[in-house]
Structure formats: C-alpha cells, structure tokens
C-alpha cells in the first residue's frame, strides 16, 4: 500500500518592494507623484483674470493712439510703453498677494492700476514731440504712480483703522477714503488733459485743494477718534505689563538673605507704594540696619 505524497507548501519568497523613487517608469510607485506633479494646478484669482483683461484692453487701445497720436519721437515712446506695461505687471503681481488679506482691496487696487494704465499710455502717445519728450513722460510717469499708490495707503490705512471699531470711526475712515480718491483723480487727471492743449480753469485747482484739505481734515478725525476708542485698550496693556512686573518681582529671591529669615511680607500682595515690613530673627527680633539702610543680614551669618 502506496502512502500518497502530499505537495509541500511552498515557502513564501520574500518580496522587496522598491521605493518610489527607484520604482520604474509606469510602475504603480510613481503613479502618485505623476498625479500630484501634473493634475493639481492652481487657479487663477478673479482679480488676475480681469487684471489680464485689462491689459489686452488697454493695449489695443494704445495701439489705436499709434495712428491718432503724433508719430515722432517713436522711440521714446515704445520704450516708456514697455516700461508702464512692465509697472502694470508689478503693481499687480504686488497686489494679487496683498488682496489675500482684505476683501475690498482687489476692485481698489484693480481700478487703480487700470487708472494708472490708462492715463500714462493717454501721456505717451498723446504728448507732442519735443526735445524733452521722455523727460515729460518720465516725469508725469512717477507723479501719476505716486499719488494712486499714496492715495491706495490712505485707504488701506483708514479701513484698518474702523475694522471692529464704533461706527462713528468707521463712517469717518469710508468718508476720508471717498475724499482721498477724489483728490488724487483731481490732481493726477489734468496730466492727460493737457496733452489735448486743454487749459484746465482756475476753479478746477481750487475744488482739487479744497478735497485735499477735507480729506487732511477726515485723517485727522479719524485719528484723533482711534485714539480715543482705543483707550481701553491701552489702559489694559499697562495694567498686563504692571502684572508681569509683580509676577517677576514675586518670582526673584532677595539675594543674600538667608532661609532662616522670617520673610514675612509677601511682595505678591503688595501695592504700589506699599512699604514692606521689617525683616526680623527667628524669635521675632527686628534686624540691625545696615550703612545703606537697608537690613544687615550678615548678623545671620554667625549663627
């Protein structure tokens, strides 16, 4: 009789698994990283889209002013297009990432780079030719950037300073911000009007001033209205740091005194202008009064 023989089992080869990195190519291992490298992409903001739109836009438009304007002098003025295309992008790129932390600032900051756009290709196409005509453009350039930018601060300052604040500040700040943008389209604007050899009136300089000095005036109530509100809270700012002062006061030991002293007073419980009370011995006996006045602990020493 024939014992049938039974197939052993056989032993389990040990598998190596390859990390991903020296996984090859189409293996499973690199599936994950193909993923993550090629399908995750990250969108573009509505203020970048419209900032591009913008720009096509206002790039047709300069290319309208080529046969409008004058011709001569075309170097100086392809060369300052590149240059305020070139601004337009950094003002942009710089705001993309500021508007991450405020909700109004995207269509502030959108209308004045297209406001800035707008007004220095009008200044580069439309200024007559001249001897000084890339002075003129580089001039006019740095005063229109100037006074937006400075006008989009004073906003960005004013809106911070009402955020969670009563509302008589926060009317006061959105009022100041209205005046600041009037006065900077007032006194930027005759920069392209002029080029058209419109003489802008007298009465025009008058109305720019006069909102300029309503908006200084707005500033100063706001500030002036901060600082009041925010009262309190300096006030419980000095009282934090009187707090700490007492904690540290409490923590730090009186140096050269030794553990048998009685330290009776508790500097913890102490008032401002509190006097402590005496150090004395063990058995209740004040200490002897040292030359600086203050108490002698080295008597303790010889005990």
């Known amino acids: 009789m024939t014992t049938p023989i039974h197939p052993q089992p056989a032993a389990e080869q040990p598998t190596t698994e390859l990390p991903p990195h020296l996984a090859a190519p189409g293996a499973g291992a690199s599936q994950p990283y193909s993923a993550a490298a090629t399908g995750q992409h990250r969108k573009l903001s509505t203020f970048l889209k419209v900032s591009i739109i913008l720009l096509a836009a206002l790039s047709i438009a300069s290319i309208s002013l080529l046969f409008i304007g004058d011709f001569e002098g075309k170097f100086e003025r392809v060369f300052a297009t590149f240059v305020v295309f070139a601004i337009f992008v950094l003002l942009t790129a710089i705001d993309t990432r500021r508007d991450l932390r405020s909700d109004w600032y995207a269509p502030v900051a959108l209308i004045a780079n297209s406001y800035i756009l707008a007004l220095l290709l009008i200044v580069t196409w439309m200024t007559p030719f001249g001897f000084w005509l890339g002075w003129d453009i580089f001039w006019k350039s740095v005063l229109v950037i100037a006074v937006v930018r400075a006008v989009i601060g004073c906003c960005q300052l004013l809106i911070s300073m009402g955020n969670g604040r009563p509302e008589p500040l926060v009317r006061f700040a959105f009022v100041t911000s209205v005046l600041a943008v009037v006065a900077g389209i007032l006194f930027t604007a005759p920069v392209a009007i002029e080029v058209f050899d419109v003489i802008v009136p007298d ?73 402590l009370p005496w150090p004395t011995f063990p058995d209740g006996r004040p200490l002897p009064v040292g030359p600086d006045g203050q108490p002698d602990f080295s008597v303790l020493r010889g005990q």
């Not at 934090?240 to 048998?260: I, K, L, T, W």
Request: proline content about 5%.
């Open 203 to 275: 009465l025009y300089w008058r109305i720019a001033v006069a909102s300029l000095l309503l908006t200084a005036l707005g500033l100063a109530i706001t500030l002036l209205l901060r600082w009041s509100y925010g009262a309190s809270e300096r006030e419980a700012a000095r009282g934090a740091r009187r707090a700490q002062v007492a904690a540290q006061q409490a923590s730090a030991p009186v140096q050269g005194a030794p553990a048998s002293v009685d330290q009776r007073p508790a500097l913890a419980d102490a008032q401002p202008g509190q006097l």
